[in-house]
């Protein structure tokens, strides 16, 4: 059963990662000239949203998050209630680093990150909650213009930049744990996954932490 909820992670893990190669790709528009960046994400978000395959992916990635997510829960609480009683000696810190050690502390900060960020643009957007959106010359939601005047607050800025570290810590360790789970024991392949394992994680953190600030300082809605 384990052996299921591991691959279960693994699986959902990875959708989950190349979910964030495109999204950060597409909020790259965020960093063209502002006229250039506002047409070109309006109509990137509104050819998204009007495309069947798309919305039916984005059911599977609401899925990946939930599954995901419970799945760590359990897992945590299972190694809980079968860690070593505490008078044994314990050498899980020279055997382990933080992160892995932590990835469920790592994982809850991203589950709190993506509630705010479902609020702050997807159910404005997609449920319409909130006042009505902005129309571009189009007729599109002008989702460019909803980005820039939420990201021009700072406490939301720094939060989605801080946010960014423990992103790219997780998605550092995940990355090499999945490989593992799916069958990647040997040394010789390890040593390319945990190098692909770090460009991951910092282009991740990197664009995601900066794409903020550069809102918070340079667009105009
Ligand atoms: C620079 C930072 C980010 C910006 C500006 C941004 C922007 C957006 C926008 C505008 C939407 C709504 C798109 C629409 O419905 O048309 C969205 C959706 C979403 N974002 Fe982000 N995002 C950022 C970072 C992240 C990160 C780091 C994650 C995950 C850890 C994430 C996860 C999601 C998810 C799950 C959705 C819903 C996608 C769907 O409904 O198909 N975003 N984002």
Redesign the pocket.
């Known amino acids: 059963m384990l052996i299921n909820r591991k691959y279960i992670m693994a699986i959902t893990g990875l959708f989950l990662c190349i979910?964030?190669i495109v999204?950060?790709s597409a909020?790259f528009l965020?960093l063209l000239p502002n006229n250039l960046a506002k047409e070109a994400y309006n109509t990137y978000?509104h050819l998204?949203?009007n495309n069947p395959l798309?919305s039916a992916?984005?059911i599977l990635?609401?899925l990946a998050?939930i599954f995901h997510s419970v799945m760590a829960l359990i897992i945590t609480l299972d190694n809980k209630k079968a860690k070593p009683q505490k008078y044994f000696m314990n050498y899980a810190q020279q055997n382990s680093s933080w992160n892995s050690r932590n990835m469920g502390l790592l994982g809850l900060m991203?589950l709190i990150?993506?509630i705010v960020?479902?609020a702050n643009?997807?159910a404005k957007?997609?449920l319409g909650y909130g006042p009505e959106l902005p129309i571009d010359s189009k007729g599109q939601?002008d989702?460019y213009s909803?980005?820039v005047t939420t990201?021009k607050n700072p406490f939301i800025t720094l939060f989605?930049t801080i946010?960014?570290i423990p992103?790219a810590m997780h998605l550092h360790h995940g990355v090499q744990s999945a490989a593992k789970t799916l069958g990647l024991y040997h040394k010789r392949y390890l040593k390319y996954v945990a190098l692909i394992a770090t460009f991951y994680s910092c282009v991740?953190g990197l664009?995601?932490g900066l794409?903020?600030l550069y809102?918070y300082f340079f667009s105009q809605g």
Do not use: Q
């Open positions: 979910f964030l999204h950060l909020n965020l978000s998204l949203r798309i992916v984005s990635l609401y998050i991203i990150f993506i960020h479902m643009f997807w957007v997609k939601i989702i909803v980005v990201l989605y946010l960014s992103l991740m664009g995601f794409i903020p809102i």
